[in-house]
């Protein structure tokens, strides 16, 4: 009985995480990191797109 109710966490736990990288996706579709923003390029990139008042990111082509 109990391994149903660690097997049940464990499931429920996955499908958790699957539903939070989905939505994760969707928040940073529109930046060129992906909701990364642990890099210095990162930053340099969301300044120079403030300073010059574009809607796309810099690094779009």
Do not use: N, T
Request: charged share 20%; proline share 3%.
């Amino acid at each position: 009985m109990w391994q149903y109710v660690v097997l049940g966490i464990v499931l429920l736990s996955a499908l958790g995480y699957v539903v939070y990288r989905i939505w994760q996706s969707f928040q940073a579709a529109s930046d060129p990191c992906h909701g990364c923003s642990g890099c210095a390029i990162h930053d340099q990139l969301k300044a120079k797109q403030k300073l010059e008042g574009r809607k796309k990111p810099v690094c779009f082509k």
